[in-house]
Each structure stands twice: as C-alpha cells, then as structure tokens.
C-alpha cells in the first residue's frame, strides 16, 4: 500500500533522498505536495498489527533504539525489515488521525507540529498530542 504521510499541520513527510541515510535530515516535515520522496509503502508484517514503513529507494525508516530519542531519532538505510523497522498506527477515530507508535511503545512526534528541514522527527512521546497526530494519504 503506497502512501503519504501528513503532520496534523497538513505538511508531509519526506525521506531525504528517497531513504539510505542515518544522519539527520533523514526525514523532513515541511513538504507542501507530493512527490517521489513523500511517498511509502506500508509492509504488513504478518500480524495484522505491525508494518514496515518502505521508502521510494525500497529502504525501511528504523527507530533508532526502538524509540524513546530526540537526537539521531530516525535512520532510513535499513534494507530488511527487522523488529526496530516495525510501527503501529495507531487510530484516534475510525479515519484518522493516527499515531504512529515505535517497538517500545512510544510514539513519533512531529516537532513543532511539522514544517521542519532538520530536527523534524523525534520519538520520544509516550501519549499522543496534536503533534503525535499523522494522516496517512494512501491508494496514491
């Protein structure tokens, strides 16, 4: 399944480059339209409850640490999907917004409620607030 995802302040993220990077930017918030680098595949993992989050280059976003950061928070260069690659979107209403929650049971945040080049993601929430809140875009 191919989709967007979009900050509660309706900016999408975007992987840097298309994905393959472990040094900050490696996720911005401040894209106003979709493009390639907007764009993810969610990967079932089997259980009905966890995915993988591919980007357009076909590597998966990992949590740095399972979660629970707000520095060196998200890598995008993992090539196999692996416990610290899996999310949980989680639905605050039957069609959205969602939370998107790491292995360890916390949540990533879209500092500043989105619009960010650099320091864009952190994942450290352990409850979702307006800036945990994300909307995915997908069929696109």
């Known amino acids: 399944m191919t989709c967007a995802i979009q900050s509660n302040n309706g900016d999408f993220?975007?992987?840097?480059?298309?994905g393959g990077r472990t040094a900050d930017p490696v996720i911005r918030t401040n894209a106003?339209?979709?493009?390639?680098?907007?764009?993810?595949?969610l990967v079932p993992v089997g259980d009905g409850v966890h995915y993988g989050i591919r980007t357009i280059n076909g590597n998966f976003?990992?949590?740095?640490?399972?979660?629970?950061?707000?520095?060196?928070v998200i890598h995008s260069d993992a090539t196999?999907?692996?416990?610290w690659e899996?999310?949980?979107f989680v639905p605050l209403t039957p069609t959205g917004p969602?939370?998107?929650?790491?292995?360890?049971?916390?949540?990533?945040?879209s500092v500043g409620d989105g619009g960010r080049a650099t320091n864009a993601i952190h994942s450290d929430a352990t409850r979702i607030q307006s800036w945990e809140m994300f909307w995915p875009i997908c069929g696109i």
Request: net charge negative; no cysteine.
């Open 61 to 72: 976003l990992t949590a740095v640490g399972g979660g629970g950061r707000i520095t060196d």
């Open 86 to 88: 899996e999310f949980i």
């Open 32 to 41: 106003t339209q979709i493009r390639s680098w907007e764009t993810f595949t």
């Open 80 to 83: 196999w999907l692996r416990a």
């Open 13 to 18: 993220l975007s992987a840097v480059g298309g």
């Open 98 to 109: 969602y939370g998107i929650e790491t292995i360890n049971g916390h949540f990533l945040t």
